[in-house]
């Protein structure tokens, strides 16, 4: 039942994720309400003791006090380590857990499931989101969790002293409990709410500043813009003060209430010490344990600010992983034909209303499309940007599906094949070729898994980057730096051309594979390209500028949804 | 911060010296600094009353035979004590805030004013996003410091020294205790930080390898799919995880062991404290009120100094975004106005003169050392040559945002470095790279260069680099907003509405920086032609490495290793 409740909020969905953790999250709990106890018992059984030993008894009958506060006072700090290490476990088990589960729901959307314009965004943004949630339990529910379990015995101690004691002490710690947190969130909503205007006016201007700062200085105009940021800095700044003093009284409402709270549970006790209901011994330990079970409620605020944090997260990560995959595999995939051509009919193409990913409308990017190509043919396909290449592109590796028309493969519908096996014969090197923060070697490996050093140098080869390699001092096994950062955009595109030359693939598609080469370059790896179909593969080459038709046996030109056949080689 | 990632090794010490540098460079911050230590001693005085009363009340009931109407007096007393601290707590924390936001605009003045006077230009595109956030919302980070790291640390000297001071008459052992101990905590955590410094750095790498291997699969998940990988990612992703988890816990249960040590010192001080108060009490060597008043003050005594440590992590994210502001303001201006500038040369009345002008970034190897060029009047020169061969950097010294390292650039026989750069820079006119589309209306950022341009002018420059078909179908024409927040357009589009604005600057220079890239063939013939009719008549400067821009030009040279050489006009069409 605590699941299904749970279940109706994407934080609790979150939270569900990890629900194998809840015997660490458990043991971080107890660890943590039994370090705000052992400083209560400290307090208080040392509160005892003094009022105790100003009666002056016998120094014998203090014993028992006297090592009741160095047990206390020893295993506080010794609860703290374990319950700091019980809670960080924690933290990396859910890391690893909320990581591998949200990609796993990550896998099917890319590319098509997400705006191809926003894809930076959106990915760095996924990540972040998956970093956060894993406070979920530390920062946001652990401690209202520690907060119950420690005020619990807290009350329940106070009361068996006396129960007046008892109530007041609840009341005070309910009030912190509910309203400090309450207040925290209030003032923290009203200010983001409140500023969010201001400081993205803020932000535009800096970054324009930022990014456009020589043509404002070349056209004269730096006053204009000195003048426009100086008046949301203001803006902001002012909205800011405002809503300084609310968070300053939340803060200090807290503060007021764990000192009150001693005193009120000293008032409520006073009446009975005086009529001899309670020992008067034990008032001193009644203020000190009333002043001690603050401790587990000042962390409130921030937690429910944590929260927050997760419970926005939450969501935006399902505004990613809710979305519908845009391909649905086959119940019963068809086996690859062994040979036969890849062939478009009547396809069309439209990001309907429904696809998340494009929002002006359901123009059709392509319509009534065929045309085929077979193994051994080298194919250029070219248009100005924009104009749906990639996504026929990614329509031959059902990345998505034709929205009209059926695509086959050796004439059964891509649609009957299972996505990964399809993919193993018909290979698509997506635009931006993407390095991954490892070496030459293991970057080229991923197009085919278990291949040997020896294939891999030979495939750079034939992508052209003999020479290159042969400089390295550690040749395939130097690393190319996080994005390939330490190699250069020619250098990129060959890796990614020769990730592709070492597959398996009877069809090699590449999408772009001479953005951001200098010409002399794109002319060489576009020749290297179509060579390919030499050995027997088929190559399509998508491009928005074509250096060679020369290159390729045919040049396709795709314009208003449509493919024409521009001129043979 | 999230609870299992570590921090960068040495960025505690960069904090401290940002704290300093902080505190030295802004009023705001010093100012800030007098209320909290006020707010300080406020809160010092208050623990103590509340103790004392508190104790008085306790014994008063206890031994006295007191009873409620005996005591309301002080009880009344205490309550008022309980909302004078809430007061202050409040205005630690709303004073922290202030002092968060004023500082922060402060730094965004000033970040302002050097991006746009003294560095026009020289940031790091990429980096400049990052730069923006840390300048809006580093505020909140800000405030971790102000509002409680700050506070932490005037305590932790004020409330320990005014207890100690409190206790020595009333009891001069566990005043010994207080003593030996409070310095101990300090000492500690500086040797014990020293001590687990290397580990520190392990888990801290280890977290952020981990994460950046996360970080990288999810970047680079289309390839993965497209290459039948991704299935085994998320495998993956659980045994790496769990090998980093594995390792770093074993760094953290020695790493723990600080905290651990300064805990104990803190608890068993206080256990000790009550202790000895409790014999001497036995025996008859002290009143109840004072033994209540300083075991009611032991836990404060601790209180600030334990905090201390935690606070202070939680301010270095504050402090990095101040360090990042910082690290730009750092930067030297690019071009120094002379103090006594000379009037401004017309490039339409004199040869532009590159005489043995050498530059090179900073870092990285020099990109030329003795260049020569001159553009005559009226002459439109065209230059080509490799990627990062410098041809954007000839043009940043030409429009003074950038200053040569050797040798000079006059125009009519005036250096140049005895010009005011803004005066300068109002004989050219610029269409960079990569322009910027201002968030405004289309008419507003037309009249970038020239703000009195009339309408007529903004329709002829529209229509002559075929920009009349977007106007058209946008809802309010010239006056629909575009840029941030507005309609978006295409990278093509801006270029042309750069062009555009050049089209409008009555400048008698134009440099143009790859004008026709990312254009198809029909649009960038259109948009040559529209050059064609800028530069007739005026002085130009145009890099591209396509064909079509240098057809026209007087000349063209190509910069390739740092040196300048014509190409011949028949082999013009050889740019690259």
Same mark, same amino acid.
């Given at each position: 039942?605590?699941?299904?409740?749970?279940?109706? /909020?994407?934080?609790?969905?979150?939270?569900?994720?990890?629900?194998?953790?809840?015997?660490?999250?458990?043991?971080?709990?107890?660890?943590?309400?039994?370090?705000?106890?052992?400083?209560?018992?400290?307090?208080?059984?040392?509160?005892?003791?003094?009022?105790?030993?100003?009666?002056?008894?016998?120094?014998?009958?203090?014993?028992?006090?006297?090592?009741?506060?160095?047990?206390?006072?020893?295993?506080?700090?010794? $609860?703290?380590?374990?319950?700091?290490?019980?809670?960080?476990?924690?933290?990396?088990?859910?890391?690893?857990?909320?990581?591998?589960?949200?990609?796993?729901? !990550?896998?099917?959307?890319?590319?098509?499931?997400?705006?191809?314009?926003?894809?930076?965004?959106?990915?760095?943004?996924?990540?972040?989101?998956?970093?956060?949630?894993?406070?979920?339990?530390?920062?946001?529910?652990?401690?209202?969790?520690?907060?119950?379990?420690?005020?619990?015995?807290?009350?329940?101690?106070?009361?068996?002293?006396?129960?007046?004691?008892?109530?007041?002490?609840?009341?005070?710690?309910?009030?912190?409990?509910?309203?400090?947190?309450?207040?925290?969130?209030?003032?923290?909503? &009203?200010?983001?709410?409140?500023?969010?205007?201001?400081?993205?006016?803020?932000?535009?201007?800096?970054?324009?500043?930022?990014?456009?700062?020589?043509?404002?200085?070349?056209?004269?105009?730096?006053?204009?813009?000195?003048?426009?940021?100086?008046?949301?800095?203001?803006?902001?700044?002012?909205?800011?003060?405002?809503?300084?003093?609310?968070?300053?009284?939340?803060?200090?409402?807290?503060?007021? *209430?764990?000192?009150?709270?001693?005193?009120?549970?000293?008032?409520?006790?006073?009446?009975?010490?005086?009529?001899?209901?309670?020992?008067?011994?034990?008032?001193?330990?009644?203020?000190?344990?009333?002043?001690?079970?603050?401790?587990?409620? $000042?962390?409130?605020?921030?937690?429910?600010?944590?929260?927050?944090?997760?419970?926005?997260?939450?969501?935006?990560?399902?505004?990613?992983?809710?979305?519908?995959?845009?391909?649905?595999?086959?119940?019963?995939?068809?086996?690859?034909?062994?040979?036969?051509?890849?062939?478009?009919?009547?396809?069309?193409?439209?990001?309907?209303?429904?696809?998340?990913?494009?929002?002006?409308?359901?123009?059709?990017?392509?319509?009534?499309?065929?045309?085929?190509?077979?193994?051994?043919?080298?194919?250029?396909?070219?248009?100005?940007?924009?104009?749906?290449?990639?996504?026929?592109?990614?329509?031959?590796?059902?990345?998505?599906?034709?929205?009209?028309?059926?695509?086959?493969?050796?004439? %059964?519908?891509?649609?009957?094949?299972?996505?990964?096996?399809?993919?193993?014969? %018909?290979?698509?090197?997506?635009?931006?070729?993407?390095?991954?923060?490892?070496?030459?070697?293991?970057?080229?490996?991923?197009?085919?898994?278990?291949?040997?050093?020896?294939?891999?140098?030979?495939?750079?080869?034939?992508?052209?980057?003999?020479?290159?390699?042969?400089?390295?001092?550690?040749?395939?096994?130097?690393?190319?730096?996080?994005?390939?950062?330490?190699?250069?955009?020619?250098?990129?595109?060959?890796?990614?051309?020769?990730?592709?030359?070492?597959?398996?693939?009877?069809?090699?598609?590449?999408?772009?594979?001479?953005?951001?080469?200098?010409?002399?370059?794109?002319?060489?790896?576009?020749?290297?390209?179509?060579?390919?179909?030499?050995?027997?593969?088929?190559?399509?080459?998508?491009?928005?500028?074509?250096?060679?038709?020369?290159?390729?046996?045919?040049?396709?030109?795709?314009?208003?949804?449509?493919?024409?056949?521009?001129?043979?080689? | 911060?999230?609870?299992?990632?570590?921090?960068?090794?040495?960025?505690?010490?960069?904090?401290?010296?940002?704290?300093?540098?902080?505190?030295?460079?802004?009023?705001?911050?010093?100012?800030?600094?007098?209320?909290?230590?006020?707010?300080?001693?406020? &809160?010092?005085?208050?623990?103590?009353?509340?103790?004392?009363?508190?104790?008085?009340?306790?014994?008063?009931?206890?031994?006295?035979?007191?009873?409620?109407?005996?005591?309301? @007096?002080?009880?009344?007393? $205490?309550?008022?004590?309980?909302?004078?601290?809430?007061?202050?707590?409040?205005?630690?924390?709303?004073?922290?805030? =202030?002092?968060? +936001?004023?500082?922060?605009?402060?730094?965004?003045?000033?970040?302002?004013?050097?991006?746009?006077?003294?560095?026009?230009?020289?940031?790091?595109?990429?980096?400049?996003?990052?730069?923006?956030?840390?300048?809006?919302?580093?505020?909140?980070?800000?405030?971790?410091?102000?509002?409680?790291?700050?506070?932490?640390?005037?305590?932790?000297?004020?409330?320990?020294?005014?207890?100690?001071?409190?206790? %020595?008459?009333?009891?001069?052992?566990?005043?010994?205790?207080?003593?030996?101990?409070?310095? *101990?905590?300090?000492?500690?955590?500086?040797?014990?930080?020293?001590?687990?410094?290397?580990?520190?750095?392990?888990?801290?790498?280890?977290?952020?390898?981990?994460?950046?291997? =996360?970080?990288?699969?999810? @970047?680079?998940?289309?390839?993965?799919?497209?290459?039948?990988?991704?299935?085994?990612?998320?495998?993956?992703?659980?045994?790496? @995880?769990?090998?980093?988890?594995?390792?770093?816990?074993?760094?953290?249960?020695?790493?723990?062991?600080?905290?651990?040590?300064?805990?104990?010192?803190?608890?068993?001080?206080?256990?000790?404290?009550?202790?000895?108060?409790?014999?001497? !009490?036995?025996?008859?060597?002290? /009143?109840?009120?004072?033994?209540?008043?300083?075991?009611?003050?032991?836990?404060? =005594?601790?209180?600030?100094?334990?905090?201390?440590?935690?606070?202070?992590?939680?301010?270095?994210?504050?402090?990095?975004?101040?360090?990042?502001?910082?690290?730009?303001?750092?930067?030297?201006?690019?071009?120094?106005?002379?103090?006594?500038?000379?009037?401004?040369?017309?490039?339409?009345?004199?040869?532009?003169?590159?005489?043995?002008?050498?530059?090179?970034?900073?870092?990285?190897?020099?990109?030329?050392?003795?260049?020569?060029?001159?553009?005559?009047?009226?002459?439109?020169?065209?230059?080509?040559?490799?990627?990062?061969?410098?041809?954007?950097?000839?043009?940043? $010294?030409?429009?003074?945002?950038?200053?040569?390292?050797?040798?000079?650039?006059?125009?009519?026989?005036?250096?140049?470095?005895?010009?005011?750069?803004?005066?300068?820079?109002?004989?050219?006119?610029?269409?960079?790279?990569?322009?910027?589309?201002?968030?405004?209306?289309?008419?507003?950022?037309?009249?970038? =260069?020239?703000?009195?341009?009339?309408?007529?002018?903004?329709?002829?420059?529209?229509?002559? /680099?075929?920009?009349?078909?977007?106007?058209?179908?946008?809802?309010?024409?010239?006056?629909?907003?575009?840029?941030?927040?507005?309609?978006?357009?295409?990278?093509?589009?801006?270029?042309?509405?750069?062009?555009?604005?050049?089209?409008?600057?009555?400048?008698?220079?134009?440099?143009?920086?790859?004008?026709?890239?990312?254009?198809?063939?029909? /649009?960038?013939?259109?948009?040559?032609?529209?050059?064609?009719?800028?530069?007739?008549?005026?002085?130009?400067?145009?890099? +591209?490495?396509?064909?079509?821009?240098?057809?026209?030009?007087?000349?063209?040279?190509?910069?390739?290793?740092?040196?300048? +050489?014509?190409?011949?006009?028949?082999?013009?069409?050889?740019?690259?």
């Amino acid at each position: 039942m605590i699941a299904a409740r749970l279940g109706r /909020t994407a934080i609790g969905r979150a939270a569900l994720e990890t629900r194998s953790r809840w015997k660490t999250f458990a043991l971080s709990v107890v660890l943590g309400a039994a370090t705000v106890l052992a400083a209560v018992g400290l307090l208080t059984a040392s509160g005892y003791l003094i009022s105790r030993a100003a009666e002056r008894p016998e120094i014998l009958s203090l014993t028992v006090a006297i090592v009741a506060v160095r047990f206390f006072g020893i295993s506080r700090a010794l $609860l703290r380590y374990g319950e700091r290490l019980a809670s960080h476990d924690l933290a990396f088990r859910t890391l690893t857990d909320l990581r591998s589960r949200f990609f796993d729901r !990550l896998v099917p959307l890319v590319p098509g499931g997400i705006d191809q314009a926003r894809k930076g965004d959106l990915l760095s943004r996924f990540v972040g989101d998956v970093d956060r949630l894993q406070d979920l339990y530390l920062r946001g529910l652990a401690p209202p969790l520690i907060a119950i379990v420690s005020s619990l015995v807290c009350v329940a101690i106070a009361a068996v002293i006396l129960p007046v004691a008892g109530l007041a002490l609840a009341v005070m710690l309910l009030l912190g409990a509910i309203a400090s947190p309450a207040l925290t969130r209030w003032a923290s909503r &009203t200010a983001g709410r409140r500023q969010a205007a201001a400081r993205s006016g803020l932000s535009v201007d800096l970054l324009e500043i930022a990014n456009g700062g020589a043509e404002i200085a070349v056209a004269g105009r730096e006053d204009d813009w000195l003048e426009r940021v100086d008046g949301s800095n203001r803006e902001v700044a002012r909205l800011q003060r405002r809503d300084a003093v609310n968070g300053g009284l939340a803060v200090g409402l807290t503060t007021f *209430l764990s000192v009150a709270a001693a005193v009120a549970v000293t008032a409520a006790a006073i009446p009975a010490v005086a009529d001899g209901q309670v020992n008067g011994v034990l008032l001193a330990a009644l203020a000190l344990l009333a002043m001690a079970s603050f401790e587990a409620i $000042l962390p409130l605020g921030q937690a429910a600010a944590g929260i927050d944090a997760c419970g926005e997260a939450a969501s935006r990560l399902e505004e990613i992983t809710g979305r519908r995959p845009p391909v649905a595999e086959p119940a019963a995939p068809q086996p690859l034909p062994p040979g036969g051509v890849l062939r478009f009919e009547r396809v069309g193409f439209s990001y309907g209303s429904g696809a998340a990913d494009r929002s002006d409308g359901a123009a059709p990017v392509l319509a009534d499309l065929d045309f085929e190509f077979g193994q051994g043919e080298a194919v250029a396909l070219t248009g100005p940007s924009g104009i749906g290449k990639s996504t026929l592109a990614e329509l031959m590796v059902r990345f998505r599906d034709p929205t009209a028309g059926r695509i086959t493969l050796g004439g %059964v519908d891509l649609r009957e094949f299972d996505g990964a096996a399809l993919r193993e014969a %018909v290979r698509l090197a997506p635009q931006d070729a993407y390095l991954f923060d490892s070496t030459i070697r293991q970057n080229v490996a991923i197009g085919r898994a278990g291949v040997d050093g020896e294939r891999i140098v030979a495939a750079l080869g034939e992508a052209g980057l003999e020479d290159w390699i042969n400089e390295l001092p550690d040749g395939i096994d130097t690393f190319v730096g996080e994005g390939g950062a330490r190699v250069s955009g020619g250098q990129r595109q060959r890796i990614a051309a020769a990730r592709v030359f070492i597959s398996r693939a009877r069809f090699l598609v590449f999408d772009e594979p001479t953005a951001h080469i200098d010409p002399d370059g794109a002319a060489a790896l576009e020749r290297r390209l179509a060579g390919r179909a030499g050995s027997g593969c088929g190559v399509l080459v998508v491009t928005h500028e074509i250096s060679d038709p020369g290159n390729f046996d045919r040049v396709l030109e795709l314009d208003r949804g449509v493919v024409r056949e521009l001129r043979p080689g | 911060m999230a609870p299992a990632q570590g921090r960068a090794p040495g960025a505690s010490r960069r904090a401290r010296d940002t704290q300093r540098r902080l505190a030295r460079s802004s009023r705001t911050a010093r100012n800030h600094l007098i209320v909290t230590v006020g707010l300080g001693l406020a &809160t010092t005085l208050l623990i103590i009353a509340q103790a004392t009363l508190l104790a008085k009340v306790i014994a008063g009931v206890f031994l006295g035979g007191d009873d409620l109407a005996d005591v309301a @007096g002080l009880l009344g007393w $205490l309550v008022a004590i309980s909302v004078a601290r809430g007061l202050v707590g409040a205005g630690f924390e709303s004073s922290g805030r =202030f002092g968060a +936001s004023k500082v922060m605009a402060e730094l965004r003045s000033r970040l302002a004013e050097h991006l746009l006077l003294s560095r026009p230009g020289g940031l790091q595109r990429e980096s400049s996003g990052e730069l923006v956030t840390s300048a809006v919302d580093g505020v909140e980070a800000l405030e971790n410091y102000f509002a409680r790291y700050q506070p932490q640390l005037v305590l932790a000297v004020t409330v320990p020294v005014a207890i100690l001071v409190w206790v %020595v008459p009333y009891d001069w052992k566990a005043a010994a205790i207080l003593g030996v101990t409070a310095p *101990l905590i300090p000492l500690f955590m500086i040797l014990i930080g020293r001590l687990t410094e290397n580990r520190t750095r392990d888990r801290w790498q280890l977290m952020s390898r981990l994460s950046a291997h =996360f970080v990288d699969i999810v @970047g680079g998940l289309e390839t993965l799919r497209a290459n039948g990988r991704a299935g085994s990612q998320a495998d993956s992703i659980a045994r790496v @995880g769990e090998q980093y988890r594995r390792e770093t816990m074993g760094v953290l249960r020695i790493g723990f062991l600080s905290a651990l040590v300064l805990e104990l010192l803190a608890m068993v001080a206080v256990a000790m404290v009550a202790v000895t108060i409790g014999v001497q !009490l036995a025996g008859g060597h002290m /009143t109840l009120v004072a033994g209540l008043t300083i075991l009611l003050l032991a836990p404060e =005594f601790y209180m600030p100094l334990r905090q201390l440590g935690n606070q202070f992590h939680a301010s270095v994210d504050g402090m990095a975004a101040a360090e990042r502001v910082f690290e730009v303001l750092d930067q030297p201006a690019s071009v120094e106005a002379p103090p006594a500038p000379s009037p401004a040369p017309d490039p339409a009345r004199g040869p532009i003169e590159f005489s043995r002008v050498g530059f090179g970034y900073e870092g990285r190897a020099t990109l030329f050392t003795d260049l020569d060029l001159v553009i005559e009047p009226g002459e439109t020169v065209a230059m080509v040559g490799p990627s990062g061969g410098g041809k954007s950097t000839l043009i940043s $010294l030409l429009l003074r945002t950038a200053e040569p390292a050797g040798g000079a650039i006059s125009c009519d026989g005036v250096d140049l470095s005895e010009v005011d750069p803004r005066a300068w820079r109002r004989r050219l006119t610029w269409v960079p790279q990569r322009p910027t589309i201002f968030a405004g209306t289309v008419a507003e950022n037309l009249r970038l =260069f020239d703000p009195d341009a009339e309408t007529e002018a903004l329709r002829e420059a529209v229509r002559m /680099t075929g920009l009349e078909q977007l106007v058209e179908q946008l809802p309010d024409g010239l006056s629909t907003v575009v840029g941030e927040g507005g309609r978006g357009l295409s990278v093509g589009q801006c270029q042309r509405i750069a062009v555009a604005r050049a089209l409008l600057s009555p400048a008698p220079l134009v440099v143009f920086d790859e004008p026709t890239a990312h254009l198809d063939g029909e /649009t960038e013939r259109r948009v040559v032609a529209a050059l064609d009719r800028l530069t007739a008549g005026r002085t130009a400067l145009v890099v +591209s490495h396509r064909d079509r821009p240098v057809l026209s030009a007087d000349r063209v040279l190509r910069l390739r290793d740092g040196s300048l +050489s014509e190409v011949r006009p028949d082999l013009k069409g050889a740019t690259a």
